[in-house]
């Protein structure tokens, strides 16, 4: 696994962003909320029960564990075999799911206080909830899940942000569950998103638990569907749970049986669908877009994920790579016109087959609410030349320009193996070479660049000079705060942790993330996040490039189908998945 929060694909590179303009002032009217849509999803009726539905993946999921596995394809069965608390929709609103409401403020299931910070969550399940084996799902169920994933003696869990922040889990009553927070944790709803059978696992020894055959093949579930056949790296067979509809006032899923085809690599999937023998492809990478389009048997999907393509400038004095300040040191105007000279929307058109959007802040603009862009995306290489100028920067006889001794050369690292990052990178290295920057490449295999501190990462360590690589911020702008705040920058003093891989310091972004995670009000975290996305622009140490985007081909014959870019995954509705 990648290091940082939501750390996902991820390579070396450059950055700035420019723009002073105010941010936007919003009223109240329209401020978001992350509870205002629990009626907005609308599953269009099935106009027929039963059938199969084959999907296609060219990744294999090693085993089912939600708290200990972070594989992606994964995440998208354990989606199908375990309920959360809530879910998250298609548009990253939240639902009731094992819980029979959404806690919140307004409703008095969160409560907080503002001196102290802390805060409780009260969680009310359905009445009636079975496990697939007959077995009722209570309140002990969630209070099991916590132990679990907090217990020090278990081993593995992919993340402890969020849980390790509850002081208690109190079971009220069969169907009550109260958890005590120590601090204000705004994310709480994106916590256990799934519930884990007690009954099932408790007699497990804790310091196995990550590595027991369970996973493998879940035999008690609480999600709509169930493992019926598994062959490794072949195919999954699910059938309905017909458990699933106890406590949903006889809701059941609509669709018999979906099997899992795996496919040895991404163009046997390609083929696959257009062939018609799949009635949904997913995992399709951003390298494929290009080339990608809707067939007779199948249309393409696609949106913009929660991830972004960015060029990271080390801001780490001295940078441990070179042993010099950087050059970019106390010089926005050279940030600026990287920025300037780097076309961010050909690039898109060329590599991307015009399919993704140009990325202008690290918040997604899948986050509506909190996304506030304040530098747009210009492409200016006369005005970019022009800044080099006035700033002092010469060019020599080379080409290649200097100020005060130094050359304007230095590294850009990513990771080698993908060819779309490879030609990212390359691109990236032709425009700045016009305006009079020489530009080397220094790649590292995936392990160089993303182990651990004490492994000498180069991320971790600060041992590069530009980076090329892409962050995923998760459904919260919270996600933000592990990689841009200064007390997340990784070092021997802390152990490692944190995800700053750039060395960012700035008072103006740390104070903005902290007012963002220091609230539940939903206005005042707007306003936290829009001066960071402002703060950020004037640091103008990471230049983002596109978003990431999420895409499938799918049958017109399958309804509901709502690609999600939220960890819930596009499978989250697909009880309400039919065909024709």
């Given amino acids: 696994m990648e290091p940082g929060p939501w750390l996902t694909s991820l390579l070396a590179a450059v950055a700035l962003i420019g723009g002073c303009s105010h941010p936007p002032v919003i009223s109240k009217a329209v401020l978001p909320s992350p509870f205002q849509a629990a009626i907005r999803y609308q599953a269009e009726p099935a106009q027929h029960e039963g059938g199969s539905l084959v ?9 089912f564990a939600p708290y200990f596995n972070a594989e992606q394809p994964a995440a998208q069965v354990d989606s ?41 969550v009260t969680y ?11 077995t009722p799902l209570t309140a002990s169920d969630v209070a099991f899940t916590w132990r679990t994933i907090v217990d020090p003696k278990v081993q593995g869990v992919v993340s402890l942000e969020g849980y390790q922040d509850i002081s208690r889990v109190d ?15 705004p994310q709480y709803l994106q916590l256990f998103p799934a519930v884990l059978p007690e009954h099932r696992l408790r007699d497990v020894a804790v310091d196995r638990m990550a590595d027991d055959g369970f996973w493998s093949r879940p ?31 006889g809701l059941r899923p609509h669709l018999d049986r979906v099997t899992l085809k795996i496919y040895p690599e991404l163009g046997q999937l390609l083929e696959a669908a257009q062939a018609g023998k799949v009635d949904l492809a997913v995992e399709i990478p951003d390298g494929a877009l290009a080339g990608l389009k809707s067939t007779g048997k199948l249309e393409l999907r696609s949106r913009a994920s929660l991830a ?38 050909a690039l898109v058109q060329n590599l991307l ?101 004490d492994q000498g990462g180069w991320l971790e360590r600060g041992d590069f000079e530009a980076g090329l690589w892409t962050w995923s911020i998760g459904p919260d702008p919270d996600g933000v705060y592990p990689i841009d705040h200064s007390s997340q920058i990784p070092s021997a003093g802390n152990q490692g942790r944190g995800a700053n891989f750039g060395r960012f310091q700035s ?28 703060a950020y622009a004037e640091l103008g140490a990471e230049l983002p490039l596109y978003e990431r985007m999420l895409t499938a081909l799918a049958s017109p014959r399958l309804h509901n189908l709502q690609l999600n870019p939220a960890p819930d995954s596009s499978f989250w509705n697909a009880a309400d998945w039919w065909l024709d």
């Fill in 55 to 63: 999907v296609g993946d060219w990744e294999s999921p090693t085993n």
């Fill in 80 to 120: 199908l075999l375990f309920a959360g608390l809530v879910r998250q929709t298609a548009d990253l609103q939240f639902l009731p799911d094992l819980a029979a409401r959404v806690p919140t403020p307004d409703n008095g299931d969160v409560r907080w206080d503002r001196k102290s910070g802390s805060m409780t």
């Fill in 124 to 134: 009310r399940l359905r009445p009636g909830l079975l496990w697939s084996d007959g």
């Fill in 171 to 185: 079971v009220v009553d069969d169907r009550t569950v109260v958890l005590r927070f120590d601090r204000l944790y």
């Fill in 219 to 249: 035999d008690v579930v609480s999600g709509p569907y169930q493992v019926s056949d598994l062959v490794p790296d072949e195919h999954i067979t699910l059938i309905r749970n017909e458990r699933w509809s106890a406590g949903r006032g």
């Fill in 308 to 345: 972004y393509e960015q060029v990271t400038f080390n801001q780490a004095d001295p940078d441990p790579l070179t042993g010099q300040a950087p050059l970019w040191k106390g010089d926005p105007a050279l940030l600026q016109a990287l920025r300037l000279a780097v076309d961010r929307q």
């Fill in 353 to 453: 087959g015009g399919k993704a959007a140009v990325a202008d802040s690290p918040i997604p603009s899948a986050l509506t609410g909190y996304h506030q862009a304040v530098a747009p995306s210009v492409y200016d290489p006369a005005r970019a030349a022009a800044l080099l100028e006035q700033d002092g920067w010469r060019a020599g006889a080379d080409g290649v320009r200097a100020k005060g001794g130094r050359r304007l050369s230095f590294s850009l690292s990513t990771a080698v193996g993908d060819p779309l990052r490879l030609s990212l990178q390359d691109s990236l290295v032709g425009a700045w070479k016009k305006v009079g920057a020489d530009v080397t490449v220094r790649d590292g295999h995936s392990s160089e660049l993303f182990s651990g501190f």
């Fill in 507 to 534: 008072a103006a972004i740390d104070r903005s993330l902290d007012q963002g995670r220091a609230t539940l009000k939903d206005g005042d975290r707007v306003r936290a996040y829009q001066a960071f996305e402002q």
